[in-house]
């Protein structure tokens, strides 16, 4: 059986740019050939168990021809693979991809395409420059600035000067000083507005903002380097005034997410949408521990029990999948109340089609126990991680409240090789803790012996403070346990380093 290629469109580099069916596309995919413009962030959405080939291609260097990339494409299609051929921008504007799907084609293997954000629209839209206005220009060009290995650009550079609109070159840092001099040339205005953006719509992002005759000089001392894009024509005035992407109060600032990974999209997401530059760094991973005899004895006696209590989404995801593993659902529960640490944990239930009956006012194991301890007045079960926290027993213990304890889920360090050179070379880098669990395993994961006094660890709780600080972690607490309050503690830490490049 032959499989089937799917081109999908990366956009230009944030993640939140990649179209619905683009995500899908990834979930289902078996195999990804990817090229060096696709964002760490859209390659993580790659399945773990899917095979990952790197054909990047930088200016002026191609490690791998496009023509062994197409044989490539083929023979995954050949073995019966669902391929996805993920490409940054949009894979028909200057991305070959219509050169990919002719070989296909030629050879009769069943291939779709899903079209992109292209940098063309997108990188001056994050730029605060709108390509097209109609107190300026009607018509947009987009051309390709880069040209073949030893050959000179191809343009017709007075046509496009005639034409009168917005230009945005691609490609095109090498060739700027030629593309500049080819619009002089052919009779552009040497004042009309320009501006060049390197690594658009990422957390990296700079504009240089100048005019033709200024614009390669410029580029050449603020060492603008590839990806960028060029832009000439009146819109770019129109930059500095519509800046809204440089003014995010987290642009510029790195921070690593430590959730595990089924867990880090919403912070992470959030982040982003403040400008951060989020390294996902999952360094734990929680595993449901199933089957699971302990968990199904309790529930075959649930009504023991007067409160069942969780400590974490993990736990709440643990308990539905043994639900559903015996044939039960919620009418097992009967009359039994259920305890949550915080919010995240009650959304959890919420999902199940469950909804807390208490909540502590602070979100952590000690708070969760001495809430449990005054409401309590039969045997309560805990549903929790096989290395819990020893508050939340201790509390009901030293209440005289009977319980049981039991272990439906462990989490795992998942080492990560380049952390510890981060860590360790990264001025200002912030780490976002939301457990004591994840401080160890970013810091299994750094390697022993590794300094973090570059390192400043923004925690949701005091005892996640204090287990970053045994590993020698400066740390920061948010005033509540709550994502809301860990991401406005980040703020307050984290000035904007995103300042545009000084005007030309």
Known sequence: MIGTVTLVGAGPGDPGLLTLRGRQALREAQVVVYDRLVSPSILALIPADAERVDVGKEASHHPIPQEQINQILLEKALEGKNTVRLKGGDPFLFGRGGEELETLQAHGVPFREVPGISSAIAVPAYAGIPVTHRDFTSSLHIVTGHARKGKALDINFEALVRAGGTLVFLMGVTSLPDICAGLLRAGMNPDCPAAVIESGSTPRQRRLDATLSTLAQAAREQEISSP??????????????????????????????????????????RLRELGADVLECPCIETVSILPCPAMERALENIQDYQWLAFTSAAGVEAFAACLERRGWDARRLGSVRLASIGLGTAGALKACGLRADLIPEVYDAAHLGAALAGAARGRVLLLRAEQGSPDLPAALTGAGVSFDDVACYRTRLTPDPQLRRLVEQQEGLLAAFTSASTVRGFCTAAGEGADFSRVTGVCIGPQTAAEAERYGIPAVTAPEATIDALIETIERLSPSAGTPCPKR
């Open 228 to 269: 960028a894009i060029s832009v000439f024509g009146r819109v770019c005035q129109l930059g500095e005034k519509l800046d809204w992407f440089d003014a995010l109060p987290l642009k510029g600032k790195r921070i690593v997410v430590t959730r595990p990974r089924e867990r880090a999209g919403v912070l992470s997401r």
